[in-house]
């Protein structure tokens, strides 16, 4: 269905890992935000949030809005937010909007559990 979305978490060491996928728009907003309660701890020892953008073909305002929102909650929390698997062109408008001051961009999931030391 077009439009749609979906999304769910994983653990691995001290991160959660959201995995999306479809349109980040209004839409998500219900399905993301119930996924955590994001202005709270992740859980047990859960220090990370990684955010996996490989199934995300199409993100609008409404989904930058949302992305800040949980970005900017998770930093007054003291968690970082990582991401991977967007273009090129959401890389340069994520930086041009200021997520990337809460968000760093690696460019695959390994990159990100190896940097954050998990195997």
């Known amino acids: 269905m077009e439009g749609s979305f979906e999304a769910g978490v994983r653990s691995a060491g001290s991160a ?3 995995d999306m996928k479809g349109d ?11 996924l ?4 709270e ?3 047990e020892g859960g220090t990370s949030l990684i955010l996996n953008f490989t199934g995300v073909p199409y993100i609008n305002s409404a989904g930058i809005a949302l992305l800040i929102r949980i970005v900017r909650s998770g930093a007054k929390a003291g968690r970082q937010t990582y991401a991977y698997g967007m ?3 959401y890389q340069k408008l994520f930086r041009i909007v200021g997520l990337t001051t809460h ?11 190896t940097k954050l030391d998990i195997r």
């Open 16 to 18: 959660l890992i959201v």
């Open 103 to 113: 968000m760093l961009i690696y460019p695959d999931e390994y990159a990100i559990l």
């Open 87 to 89: 273009n090129a062109h």
């Open 36 to 39: 955590h309660a994001w202005n």
């Open 24 to 34: 980040l728009t209004k839409q998500a907003e219900e399905r993301l935000l119930g």
């Open 41 to 43: 701890p992740l859980g």
